[in-house]
């Protein structure tokens, strides 16, 4: 019987002396994240004086000091420190559970937000949202933001994000291999690489200035050197593309991103030593497994079919031309 009853108050409604609240822990992250006590009021359209006894309430129901005032800076404690990083862990299973609630609620309705890389072969993208559209959830919004690699990586941290295309998988997150993208080397066809008459080596390309899309200029390509090269960042795909078109200089990009231009001769391929394609993997990531939805399931298998049908007909190793 003592077991038992042992075992009857170990459930979580049993504790009898749990005084925090998930208001507090938020007003504390608030405070850390935004810079202060005035900047957290502001963010939370709060008083400052709530924030203050907020936090002053916190660590007296802790038992324990959370920070140091410092000049006008708030400084974490140790304690505070490591509360900081295991409450964050509450707030974030706290929004899931309710968004997770609320999806349930509607079904296959609600919103899937999902982040795509720029690589990704937009005719693919398209189909497969139309494909989306007309097999039951025609209810379901979906919220598609489009950025580059490293970003992509940084906007998995968004809680809200259901899946992403990302060439890279963030460590703590699983990614299944969805499509492999061909880059090609590409340039205007007054480009001085493209008066040498032959092969172009890395000891040409070092001497020219290579242009990419945000931080993937600085991504190492299979004709890299070990001598220092000059790398553009350009916002978008569309502006790196008309660097090119000014022969400003010369680029790895996607082929089903330049097809047109290479079509009307406004860009040329430019003959590598290997002449060989660089190709990437894009991964289907899912951003918050433990509360996945129906409707983001569902958008999941539409883009792996897609894609499969894809690698299909241009043959294997899922290589999207």
Request: charged fraction near 25%; hydrophobic fraction near 40%.
């Amino acid at each position: 019987m003592k077991a038992a009853r042992a075992i009857y108050r170990s459930r979580p409604h049993d504790l009898q002396n749990l005084y925090v609240s998930l208001k507090q822990w938020r007003i504390f992250h608030a405070v850390i994240d935004c810079g202060g006590f005035a900047e957290a009021a502001k963010a939370l359209h709060l008083s400052q004086s709530t924030i203050s006894y907020t936090v002053s309430k916190l660590q007296d129901q802790l038992g324990t000091s959370l920070l140091r005032i410092e000049g006008r800076k708030a400084k974490l404690t140790l304690e505070g420190r490591a509360l900081l990083d295991r409450s964050r862990h509450i707030l974030k299973e706290a929004i899931e559970l309710e968004n997770f609630a609320k999806d349930l609620g509607q079904g296959l309705g609600g919103e899937v937000k999902l982040v795509v890389d720029h690589n990704f072969p937009p005719h693919l993208l398209v189909r497969a949202l139309d494909e989306f559209s007309r097999t039951g959830c025609v209810a379901s919004n979906v919220k598609l933001s489009e950025v580059d690699t490293l970003h992509a990586e940084d906007v998995l941290r968004d809680l809200n994000v259901d899946l992403a295309i990302s060439e890279r998988v963030p460590l703590g997150f699983l990614g299944e291999p969805l499509v492999e993208v061909e880059h090609l080397p590409v340039a205007h066809p007054e480009h001085p690489l493209l008066k040498l008459g032959r092969d172009v080596s890395a000891i040409d390309l070092a001497q020219h200035v290579q242009i990419g899309v945000g931080h993937a200029a600085d991504r190492e390509r299979s004709t890299a050197s070990s001598k220092p090269m000059r790398r553009w960042a350009m916002s978008s795909p569309d502006t790196v593309v008309e660097a090119l078109t000014e022969r400003l200089g010369y680029a790895w990009l996607p082929e089903h991103r330049i097809r047109r231009w290479l079509d009307n001769g406004l860009l040329v391929r430019l003959p590598v030593g290997d002449n060989r394609p660089h190709k990437t993997m894009l991964y289907l990531i899912h951003g918050r497994p433990w509360a996945s939805t129906a409707a983001a399931g569902r958008l999941a298998d539409v883009l792996r079919g897609i894609t499969c049908e894809s690698a299909s007909t241009h043959g294997a190793n899922n290589v999207v031309v």
